[in-house]
């Protein structure tokens, strides 16, 4: 099989339109802060000393960045552009924390598509149960052919 001269042919779910967007929602635990923590090494007190954290200008234990984020990989990954999917570039703003307990949802929405190559440029941000932004930015997307 050949490539087509936009670089789509292959890819699972083809060239995305522009406008075009994907949500994915999950609720923080415990369990987060530790599988994140057991992956980086992060142990940050705000993670894990609750007495601690309250005293913050949080007021709570938070999961962390990488934990909040996390949800952008899977929504370009699975869905939108889809499998196949990598990042280029990512650039965010941690905007307000996320505690343990709390139900976020991860936004992509497509900005712009090359037309020479299967690379997107996407807004994304991620929001708490109350609609409040927590992290927000630009990412940059290669989504290569699976030929299975």
């Given at each position: ?63 962390q960045g990488g ?12 869905d939108l552009p ?8 990512l650039n965010l ?56």
């Amino acid at each position: 099989m050949s490539r087509s001269e936009d670089g789509w042919f292959g890819t699972v779910n083809g060239r995305p339109d522009v406008g075009s967007s994907a949500e994915r929602s999950r609720t923080t635990g415990h369990q987060d802060i530790e599988a994140f923590t057991a992956m980086t090494g992060d142990r940050n007190p705000v993670h894990y000393d609750e007495a601690l954290a309250k005293k913050t200008p949080f007021g709570k234990v938070i999961v962390q960045g990488g934990v909040t984020t996390g949800i952008l990989n899977a929504c370009v990954a699975e869905d939108l552009p889809g499998p196949g999917t990598v990042f280029l570039n990512l650039n965010l703003n941690f905007r307000k924390p996320v505690g343990v307990g709390e139900t976020i949802t991860g936004r992509v929405e497509v900005e712009d598509v090359r037309q020479d190559k299967p690379i997107c440029r996407l807004n994304v941000s991620v929001r708490d149960s109350a609609g409040d932004v927590c992290v927000d930015g630009t990412a940059v997307t290669y989504t290569m052919p699976l030929m299975r």
